[in-house]
């Protein structure tokens, strides 16, 4: 029996990075899984986003663990394709025992227009409470929501930094209000004792961090810096040295808040951060 055996688990931005891998660690310990991922571009964030080739890997590499997926193309700013897609996998696979709120953009930039910091707002924190909405009339009592924040909006000087242009600052501002969320919604749901996370990764490896935007970002001493440039700078928002963690580190986060594990956890905001808030936040003062 796996840690979260049987269970049917809703996650957003599941066509690569820390979305697939959340899939692929929950269906490893027995979960199946509703799937979801816009498989187009976002014009005002710089990096390709993922592609309807991902998401059939996937819910390829989902079954070959021997588990059952429903994978649909739905973008999180838009509430009813969110909806459609939870209906027709609990349709299929029978109930809905969790929800991962994960997908996500980073549109940075200083010569980005105000639609960057729109389009980082209405994915980043919009997306999330569309996927909760979504999932909240199929969610039984005790059941889990996990939404992925970051370490930008525990702590200040990362994407808020103005050079970042407008998708920076709506980064910020919507992984601030995930924070937010989380810890009010924790405390609505708990007569259900639904309970309600979220993980806050820093740097984490995944097509976000490995872009010409980020690297630019981390290197704007220069023109047109590679990633090799950029590993010199990455370790600047860890405590710890390392450039970034892999996105099964988060995974095995989720792995424990949708599991019964943390069935007393709720209103947590869990960093994987490799100590990058600890090293940012002010100190408290001497008394």
């Known amino acids: 029996m796996g840690r979260v055996q049987d269970k049917v688990v809703f996650i957003t931005g599941a066509a690569r990075g820390q979305g697939r891998a959340h899939a692929l660690r929950l269906a490893q310990e027995g979960a199946d899984i509703i799937a979801v991922d816009i498989c187009e571009d976002i014009a005002s964030n710089a990096y390709p986003l993922s592609r309807q080739t991902d998401l059939d890997e996937t819910a390829r590499l989902v079954e070959k ?16 394709a969110l909806k459609a897609a939870v209906a ?5 696979l029978g109930k809905l025992d969790a929800v991962v709120a994960n997908a996500g953009i980073s549109p940075l930039g200083h010569q980005q227009s105000a639609q960057a910091f729109i389009d980082a707002v209405t994915v980043d924190f919009i997306g999330v409470v569309h996927a909760v909405e979504a999932a909240l009339p199929y969610l039984p009592d005790g059941a889990s929501i996990v939404a992925t924040g970051s370490l930008a909006g525990l702590a200040t000087a990362t994407t808020d930094n103005p050079a970042l242009g407008p998708g920076g600052t709506g980064y910020s501002f919507a992984k601030r209000n995930v924070a937010s969320f989380v ?10 004792r639904i309970r309600v996370n979220a993980v806050h990764p820093g740097n984490c490896n995944t097509d976000m961090l490995n872009s010409d935007i980020m690297y630019r970002a981390f290197r704007p001493d220069l023109d047109n810096p590679t990633r090799e440039d950029a590993m010199s700078s990455f370790p600047a928002t860890s405590a710890m040295g390392n ?10 986060s989720v792995l424990f808040l949708v599991s019964d594990e943390s069935r007393w956890v709720t209103g947590m905001q869990h960093r994987v951060d490799s100590g990058g808030y600890v ?9």
């Open 183 to 192: 810890h009010d919604l924790a405390m609505v749901l708990s007569p259900r």
């Open 65 to 80: 663990l021997g588990r059952r997926i429903v994978a649909r193309k739905a973008d999180v700013r838009d509430a009813a």
């Open 279 to 287: 090293k940012k936040r002010p100190q408290q003062p001497a008394f």
């Open 243 to 252: 450039p970034y963690i892999e996105p099964e580190d988060v995974a095995d």
């Open 88 to 92: 027709e996998g609990v349709s299929e």
